[in-house]
């Protein structure tokens, strides 16, 4: 698990209340004072978001947060570099066969299933086909995820003003009791504030990790998808190993390179 | 149909609503005190938009607006996808032909028109051109349908904010009254609140789930084209069933091989 | 001519106007008690627009704005879907040469002069190649006038706040009369409002018209591209017919159905 | 040189200054009153934007300032034409080679480049290369230049923002002396102002401009290299003239024919 | 290295302090009276952003951000010429393996990758695949740098109007001590402040500058490998030339002429 989006939320809201802390003023008076503040913002942003959605869509975005928050780790690059080199090297000296039950021991099901069609003689391509369209499914799905969050993040801010408006509206009407016009504007400001807080603490950085995490993931699919057409193109592992290394970091291209010398 | 829609815009207002009784506001003192608010912000967006379109996109808008509410319920892919093997087991075995009278009976028009041409022995190439053109045909509807409300919620806050202004430079020339202030105020800020309120709970929702309705339907256009097409050249069923499967999530996967077992 | 543009403009102004009338405000007050406003937002914002093109989009914006706002009515496409099989079956019966007298009497100058060509004999390569060039520089030309108008509309409320912070700096800079302040503010705001108003009354409903039928116009002269060099292949009719009515939404196609049967 | 940038800004200087002195507003007080205002975004604005870039950028954004003001006078479409049928027709009756003399003589090196490499023989898809290399080439260095003015118009509003806080920071701190309130408000205000002017009646006309002229700079020099091809590739004269003409409006295709015609 | 983006940080701090000072502000107490308000806008936007990124890109971005002020110096374009032309002329007089030890003198690590493979005989589509998933991976490496930074810059403002909102809530609750107020609402704007000043002064100008840094990176990187194919593929050191010396500005172009002619 790659622990960054709960450190950075933790940043975050740790900062914000360490600084309101510092001035003197208590978070729960600031935040919590008006129950009907998180109530209009939050529920208008979420029906809005969901009104905006399928019911599919609904019931994906919360799977997907958790997704989001806890981040799984993404395959370790050079792992997978040494495994289709193996792979691809086998496949050279004692053809696709060979690969039947080394297949079998695959943890990733995406390319456990290409090695599978190209042992199963499956033509390449369907292989290329079936591999493309699970890409894109991926995808589609990740973009539904990711676009969630990313409308919900748009809708926050304008139901924090849609609030505050109408608190204004309210006040303006009964300005006769001057003493309580501050804790009025207080009260409508708080909308404001619960519109920017969900948006930018909690919305927005889902949205983007998710966006984020599918980049990578979809990259990976695709070096990998060029890989298992290579393997059972019966191509050298010295072009494989080419392209595989191309995509690494100069850094972990060194790392490498020692490591085999080594 | 899918009631989410429907579900999301009553949470978004009702919880508006509850949260504004819960502070002791009358909603309709806020929202309906003036109706020149409404009329100008209503009918300044809409107004807008009409010039802003043909007379053929504002009387389409009235039909996709109850789409888009109404959520017509996908189509089950579960089943699409065992009725295409169905179609590409009977044409392997039996011929085209064969599937003349099962033809008859499909829901789908998109399908139905594919399998018929197909029957009927018309040039793939002429099939895949007439299908895309109505892939491209629907895109283009539901793009202008989506596309009316997309513009009618960027026109609401620039009303909401032209109204304000009126009001402002009219309680400017009359600062004679201060008790009137407040009041005069509140009703400026009125056509703000309409503003905002159009846009976020009417038209940026419905302009939102047209487009992800859209892309699912054209999404499962493209698949069906892509099977139609198999279907004709004669592959074997596993390939098609194959990369339909590809388009099913990692659940719908297993609990369709869960089935198959079964 | 397609009313909508007209009608949707006065709808605009008079539910503001009527709006403003049943609050009791006069809307010459607001609107013309400072010409100065006017001048400033409108001469800015033209201004910058022009200095943002050249002096042949200059002349051209002139000549676009009338074609948004009288919105020559689409080409029927019905009757240029029957026009089209008609040449496509003379055509496959009596041969191109058969067009000729026929292409004289076509009122749409793209689609005759694309019959005049096969009719002639051109290379079908040429003939894709001119009527592609006259589709990319009618789509320039008319990106062009769009553009002129959203650029205007940008630049409007620009010179609007410019106008306020100029009136606010004024009024801070002359304190001393507090009765003098109201109305000061009132006309700082005066150009407010007249950059939101020129931008969404005006600048913002005309390029986005002209987008629209830009778009309607530059989709059917494509299908009339294809279908000339169907008929020019001496594609069956058939064929051409069913990509033609692929392009009719679902009840127009039935209505064409009908129609035919009857 | 076209005149209509310089005209363009004069109209929205000149109708701003001109609306301040109707209002019996003093330019001078507004805009000059502080030098300090002018300095922060301005200073922000340039300095933000040359770190955005590289030296060689800064060093062309000089320069580019110029063409945009300037606005070199496009080519003469027609005229282009002329001599690009000429050129067709002389390599048609008499070969590439005879048209060594007339190459010499042309003005647009883009155009004198390729007809020399076309009778010196090279090889048509070199050509085709290093002509598309230089659209490339000239594309990058336009966008770069106009970026540079986007950038700028970007963070001008944003500095003049943060002087307005600056200053409005400062003025809340020493709200001992009421009567120095309003003029330190108007120095406050004098930084958004700057940060508008700047952003729209310099950058953002300047970056338009720019990436106007680039346009259509790019779109003849794409039209010239087809049709550099064609005479190379020896198109009969027809061919070429039919996709020029396309190129044109219709009411200069007219006036071309009128002039054939006479 | 080139200085300007440390240049133009320091004259857009530099103006900034200069003309507070002009003014008799003291930036101290502008920026530093509220540490508070440095901590809610700094935690809060690189928090956000670090949630939004995987652990990797938060250690990358650490290293781009020297990149981005250091700003390594940019490849001579002459020079590269240069050095290709002495490449495809010992590649056409001597062959390819002529080129070995020039190889490995090659500063560049992309250039002499692509001459090595080329000598060792590698198939040109490998080499081609190699290069171009090293210009894909360089890309998306760059890519990810540089949204580090834009997401960075897009969250300040936020949380500075975040802290402002705290802070005005605060003070609205707080009313009774009017002399108080001033500098309770100077505290809550200091976060506004900070917001602007933390997204323009330094997370935007870094994220822009890797991108134009990187922009320029990949059209050399592009450059070159079509000319190492070229030379793999024998081409005319004539053709190689054209394409190198299109890429250049006429005013470089004309240098290089000169030069050469000397």
Redesign the interface.
């Known amino acids: 698990m790659?622990?960054?989006?709960?450190?950075?939320?933790?940043?975050?809201?740790?900062?914000?209340f360490?600084?309101?802390t510092?001035?003197g003023?208590d978070p729960m008076?600031?935040f919590f004072?008006?129950?009907?503040?998180i109530?209009?913002v939050?529920?208008?942003a979420?029906?809005?978001?969901?009104?905006?959605?399928?019911?599919?869509?609904?019931v994906g975005a919360g799977k997907v947060m958790v997704k989001a928050v806890a981040?799984p780790k993404?395959p370790d690059k050079e792992e997978t570099i040494q495994q289709l080199l193996g792979f691809a090297e086998t496949a050279r000296k004692e053809g696709l066969l060979a690969l039947e039950s080394a297949a079998k021991e695959i943890d990733d099901?995406f390319l456990r299933k290409g090695i599978e069609?190209s042992v199963d003689g499956?033509?390449p391509e369907?292989v290329r086909?079936?591999?493309e369209?699970?890409i894109e499914?991926t995808q589609?799905?990740h973009g539904?995820g990711a676009?969630f969050f990313t409308?919900a993040a748009g809708?926050s801010p304008?139901?924090g003003?849609?609030?505050t408006?109408?608190?204004?509206?309210?006040m303006?009407?009964?300005?006769s009791d001057p003493s309580a016009?501050?804790?009025a504007?207080?009260?409508a400001?708080?909308t404001?504030?619960w519109g920017?807080?969900l948006?930018?603490?909690i919305f927005?950085?889902i949205a983007?990790?998710l966006r984020?995490?599918s980049e990578?993931e979809i990259?990976y699919k695709e070096l990998v998808l060029e890989d298992i057409l290579s393997i059972q193109a019966g191509s050298s592992p010295r072009?494989v190993s080419?392209?595989l290394v191309?995509?690494?970091?100069?850094t972990q291209q060194e790392a490498m390179q020692e490591k085999k010398s080594a």
């Open positions: 790659d622990p960054i989006t709960i450190i950075g939320l933790l940043i975050a809201l740790g900062t914000t360490g600084a309101m510092m001035a003023i008076t600031i004072a008006d129950p009907g503040s109530i209009l939050f529920g208008g979420v029906g809005a978001t969901l009104a905006s959605n399928t019911m599919e869509d609904a981040a993404q099901p069609m499956t033509d369907i086909e079936v591999l369209t699970e499914a589609a799905r539904a676009g409308t809708f304008a139901f003003v849609a609030g408006v109408i608190g204004l509206i309210d303006l009407n009964n300005l016009l501050g804790p504007l207080a009260v400001f708080a404001t504030l920017v807080f948006a930018n603490y927005q950085p983007q990790k984020r995490v990578l990259a072009a080419d392209r191309a995509y690494l970091t100069a």
